[in-house]
């Protein structure tokens, strides 16, 4: 079974602190996302990485960054966070389109989330 | 942009009864599909997965796949308190897109006794 893990299953920081997420997965996936949801407003991309120390800009990038330094690991960081980042954040992981593997995108597999409160 | 519409919930069904889910997309080159159950406060789990015309079925699970009409669902037989969830359709382009899969809004399903 793919097991996607993230570091808090909830967490509470103050506004302005440095906020670091960590997701850790062992299907030697090379794509990896960072999502948050928010009642209403569905799932939302933030970043996410094809390979080791490559991102990518989602769809909301403002406000955060990341950071992916080994293919296992990918972490999303809350610069200075602010109150409008309390949200729940999901991690998840997938294989790539690789000729002759697989030939269409594969699923993505999450984490349990994380619930971050921003006070 | 690349929009993914899901049937407006929530959807309340008898137990024992078939629920029907509904997802429309609007890129033609999107290849993969995939449904997911989310049960409140978790994360979304996946439950099928679907890359050609036609049916596929596991267990009381099928999902339906029609690339000309751009359409995609989901079927649910003899429907029980636990498939009481939300359920989000996600597609995903073809090429070179990273994997990335756009999710609809999603569709709250209730089963009753």
């Known amino acids: 079974d793919v097991k996607v893990t993230q570091s808090s299953r909830y967490l509470v920081k103050r506004t302005g602190e440095k906020v670091f997420l960590e997701c850790v997965q062992d299907?030697?996936?090379?794509?990896m996302f960072w999502y948050r949801q928010d009642p209403g407003l569905g799932l939302r991309l933030i970043y996410f990485?094809?390979?080791?120390?490559?991102?990518e800009k989602g769809d909301i990038p403002e406000g955060y960054s990341v950071s992916r330094e080994k293919k296992e690991r990918f972490s999303l960081i809350l610069e200075s966070a602010s109150t409008n980042q309390t949200s729940m954040y999901l991690c998840?992981?997938?294989?790539?389109?690789?000729?002759?593997?697989?030939?269409?995108?594969?699923?993505?597999?999450f984490g349990d989330g994380t619930r971050l409160s921003i006070l | 942009q690349k929009e993914v519409e899901q049937n407006s919930g929530p959807l309340s069904v008898p137990e024992g009864a078939i629920a029907s889910l509904n997802c429309t997309y609007s890129?033609?080159?999107?290849?993969?599909f995939f449904w997911y159950r989310q049960y409140s406060g978790k994360s979304p789990e996946l439950i099928m997965s679907?890359?050609?015309?036609g049916d596929k079925e596991d267990g009381r699970f099928t999902a339906q796949l029609n690339k000309a009409s751009q359409y995609v669902s989901l079927l649910i037989r003899d429907s029980q308190p636990s498939d009481s969830a939300t359920y989000l359709c996600?597609?995903?382009?073809?090429?070179?897109?990273?994997?990335?899969?756009?999710f609809g809004q999603g569709t709250i399903l209730t089963v009753h006794p």
């Open positions: 998840a992981s997938s294989f790539p389109i690789s000729s002759g593997v697989f030939h269409s995108n594969q699923p993505q597999h």
């Open positions: 299907m030697d996936h090379e794509n």
């Open positions: 990485s094809y390979d080791v120390k490559m991102k």
């Open positions: 890129d033609r080159g999107s290849q993969s």
């Open positions: 679907i890359y050609s015309n």
């Open positions: 996600a597609v995903s382009a073809g090429g070179t897109s990273y994997g990335k899969l756009t």
